[in-house]
C-alpha cells in the first residue's frame, strides 16, 4: 500500500502568518492526491483535489501543489477559521485509498 | 442541498454485528458512487469501503475485508455497510461520502463502539 507521511504534524502560527503543509507519498501517485480541512466533532470538508484544483466554495487563500510524490497545501494568510487539522489523501487506485496521519494547525 | 446523513451506530461487543445505512438527497445517488470512511476516537481518517453506482464494483481496506459487506439500493437512495465479526479496533465514527477518489461531501457521521 502506498503511504502518506505529513509534515508537521503539529504546527502554531499566527493569523496573518503564510502556512505550509507538506505531504509525501512512498512511491509516486501523479496527481491523485486531496487535501482535506477538519475541525473537532465534524466531517472532513474537501479543500483541494488532483493536488491543485480548489474545491467550489473554498476560499482561495487556499493552494495546493506538487505532483508524484511530493505535495504542499499552502494557506496564504492564515485565518481565525482555519485553525484547524488538516489532511492528505491519495486515490491514486480506488481500492488502496489512505489518508496521512494529519497536520494540526493551532494558534500560536 | 447535498444531505447525507448516518444511522445505525451504537454499542456492539466484540464479535457482533450491526448495520449502518446512509440516507442520501440532492444526489443523482443512481449514478454516484459512494464510500465509508471511519475515524478512531482522536485518530486519523480511514478508507473502509467504495461501491459503484451500479454496484457491480466493491472495495474493501485489507482491515475489513470479509468482515464487512458495502451494498446499496438505489430505489430508496440508500447506502449500507454490514459489519460483522467486529473488533475493538472497529470503533470509530462512520462517515459516508459521495464518491470513490476524492469526497467533496459528507455525511455527519455514526458512532460504533465495539466493547464488553
Known amino acids: 500500500d502506498i503511504q502518506m507521511t505529513q509534515s508537521p504534524s503539529t504546527l502554531s502560527a499566527s493569523v496573518g502568518d503564510r502556512v505550509t503543509i507538506t505531504c509525501r507519498a512512498s512511491?509516486?501517485?501523479?496527481?491523485?492526491l486531496a487535501w482535506y480541512q477538519q475541525k473537532p466533532g465534524k466531517a472532513p470538508n474537501l479543500l483541494i483535489y488532483?493536488?491543485?484544483s480548489l474545491e467550489s466554495g473554498v476560499p482561495s487563500r487556499f493552494s495546493g501543489s506538487g505532483s508524484g510524490t511530493e505535495f504542499t497545501l499552502t494557506i496564504s494568510s492564515l485565518q481565525p477559521d482555519d485553525f484547524a487539522t488538516y489532511y492528505c489523501?491519495?486515490?491514486?487506485?480506488?481500492?488502496?485509498?489512505?489518508f496521512g496521519h494529519g497536520t494540526k494547525v493551532e494558534i500560536k | 442541498e447535498v444531505q447525507l446523513s448516518e444511522s445505525g451506530g451504537g454499542l456492539v461487543q466484540p464479535g457482533g454485528s450491526l448495520r449502518l445505512s446512509c440516507a442520501a438527497s440532492?444526489?443523482?445517488?443512481?449514478?454516484?458512487?459512494m464510500t465509508w470512511v471511519r475515524q478512531a476516537p482522536g485518530k486519523g481518517l480511514e478508507w473502509v469501503s467504495g461501491?459503484?453506482?451500479?454496484?457491480?464494483?466493491?472495495y474493501y481496506a485489507d482491515s475489513v475485508k470479509g468482515r464487512f459487506t458495502i451494498s446499496r439500493d438505489n430505489s430508496k437512495n440508500m447506502l449500507y455497510l454490514q459489519m460483522n465479526s467486529l473488533r475493538a479496533e472497529d470503533t470509530a465514527v462512520y462517515y459516508c461520502?459521495?464518491?470513490?477518489?476524492?469526497?467533496?461531501?459528507w455525511g455527519q457521521g455514526t458512532l460504533v463502539t465495539v466493547s464488553s
Open positions: 488532483k493536488a491543485s
Open positions: 440532492g444526489i443523482t445517488f443512481t449514478t454516484d458512487a
Open positions: 461520502a459521495k464518491g470513490l477518489g476524492f469526497f467533496g461531501y
Open positions: 489523501q491519495h486515490y491514486n487506485s480506488y481500492s488502496h485509498i489512505t
Open positions: 512511491q509516486s501517485i501523479s496527481s491523485w
Open positions: 461501491i459503484s453506482g451500479s454496484s457491480i464494483t466493491t
